[in-house]
């Protein structure tokens, strides 16, 4: 049998796991899931006899060793930042390797070493990072085939709750890893390209710069820019393109009130506030606010920001329970950020019965025969329950389709790369159509960049 071992069974491994054990039958598989927390594996693998659970500590290199050994191809569902060991690993014992993740520097120094092995080292094929490379390539590279020539693209992806879960006022529910959404846009300012300019947004205006999508059946989302718009450029054959945005989707609203976050510095992750464990989120609140021997919290807190009582966006922050003077922080040590992203999680994890979404849209502006043309392509993925999310299975099916691939021969390019080539994205697009996730197209007029949101 081909020996699968994926590491990691967290939230976005179910649909994946599902894949490869439903495939395993024609497909010749036995798949093992290692992870340092069995009760997770044990219960997506439901003791499938094509399977199997192990106690996997990734930072046990003979543990590591042993389990990269024993495979024919390892994915890698981990953290970030714990990929590099597994593939140094796979170097060393010729395994080809495949993760959602963005490629790191450190990654990145291993092409050659993967290349003289003849070893492929797949990354990026989730949703964003993944999806969107694939179905922005299959349109692109559609585009140059009929003459077309590229001089807008935009791309919008966001992890949001379904119609049916959208049950407060903020329309946000975490649905992957909270803290990246509290520290997202920190770093430096996005940069973007805008009818060839270099426009920047800086972290404290980055919330407050956003522009409205329309999607088909679902209503309006706002966008805000990611960090930087420019990273794939050259990798998407864009370089004479004179517009190339990426941004982050939400609904309309939720950029105004969690900039009141930014402006407070309640997102700030650089310092540690003192004794914060035994901080009520009244006192946590008020440590951002200037002292007055007269004024409530709330008032200083309006009057800081600028906020009318009536305002709906006040509603929002009386929905966090921020001024409660009985709920402690009970973080120790905390920064701005982690206090605030305990707070935030009291309201915003998801409850047994709702749903999540993922959202995608792009936009594609062209020249052709001496005129100009736009497709917008959009598409929706509901989650089924709390186990088989939106999440894990845009996350997932795409890397298990990888990794199913590689070894069926049908990816055969060595190195490490994304999913931007014929190779890699035809085959998984047109599987992935069959479990529902696709995308609409329609031509619309060509407007180019909207100069008056951005």
């Known amino acids: 049998m081909r020996k699968i071992l994926v590491i990691g069974a967290g939230k976005s491994s179910s649909y994946l796991i599902k894949y490869f054990l439903d495939k395993s039958e024609s497909e010749n598989l036995h798949i093992t ?31 590591r060793s042993e389990a990269i050994t024993n495979a024919d191809i390892v994915v890698s569902m981990l953290p970030a930042r714990f990929h590099i060991e597994v593939a140094k690993d796979c170097i060393k014992l010729g395994k080809h390797m495949v993760t959602a993740s963005y490629v790191s520097n450190e990654m990145q ?62 329309n946000y529910k975490f649905t992957w890893n909270p803290r ?19 426009k920047y947004i800086p972290y404290h205006r980055l919330f407050r710069r956003t522009e409205f999508l329309d999607v ?5 989302f706002e966008a805000y820019a990611n960090r930087d718009s420019l990273k794939y450029q050259h990798a998407y054959g864009l370089d004479h393109a004179k517009t190339l945005y990426r941004g982050t ?15 407070l510095g309640m997102t700030d992750d650089s310092y540690t506030i003192e004794d914060s464990a035994n901080m009520s989120y009244r ?53 701005p950020a982690q206090i605030l992203q305990k ?18 849209y792009h936009k594609f502006g062209y020249e052709l025969d001496g005129k100009k043309h736009q497709i917008d392509a959009t598409m929706v993925v ?4 709390q186990t088989y999310t939106a999440m894990s299975k845009t996350v997932g099916l795409p890397v298990a389709m990888a990794t199913l691939d590689i070894l069926n021969k049908k990816i055969v390019t060595p190195g490490v790369q994304i999913p931007i080539t014929r190779e890699v994205y035809k085959p998984i697009l047109k599987e992935l159509e069959s479990y529902g996730v696709a995308f609409t197209e329609k031509k619309v007029p060509y407007l180019g960049y909207n100069p008056l949101n951005l």
């Open 216 to 220: 088909e059946g679902y209503g309006r």
């Open 382 to 385: 509901l989650g089924e329950d």
């Open 33 to 63: 899931i290692g992870d340092i927390h069995l009760d997770n594996a044990i219960m997506l693998l439901n003791g499938h006899p094509n399977s199997k659970a192990i106690h996997l500590d990734i930072f046990n290199a003979e543990a």
């Open 109 to 170: 120094e291993l092409d050659t070493a993967a290349k003289s092995k003849g070893l492929i080292f797949m990354n990026e094929i989730g949703v964003d990072p993944g999806i969107d490379h694939m179905s922005a390539m299959q349109v692109i590279d559609r585009i140059r085939d009929n003459g077309g020539k590229m001089i807008l693209f935009e791309s919008f992806t966001g992890g949001l709750v379904a119609p049916q879960s959208d049950n407060n006022l903020w």
């Open 180 to 198: 990246n959404v509290v520290v997202a846009g920190q770093g430096g300012a996005a940069k973007f390209l805008q009818e060839n300019q270099f």
């Open 343 to 360: 707070i935030l999680m009291d309201s915003w994890t998801l409850s047994k019965d709702d749903k999540d979404m993922i959202v995608m």
């Open 249 to 263: 989707m939400r609904r309309v609203g939720f950029s105004r009130a969690w900039n009141v976050f930014v402006q």
């Open 283 to 335: 006192d946590f609140v008020n440590a951002f606010l200037p002292y007055s021997p007269t004024d409530s919290v709330e008032l200083k807190f309006r009057h800081a920001l600028k906020i009318d009582q009536d305002d709906l966006i006040w509603d929002k922050f009386l929905e966090l329970d921020l001024f409660n003077p009985d709920k402690k922080v009970g973080v120790k040590n905390g920064t």
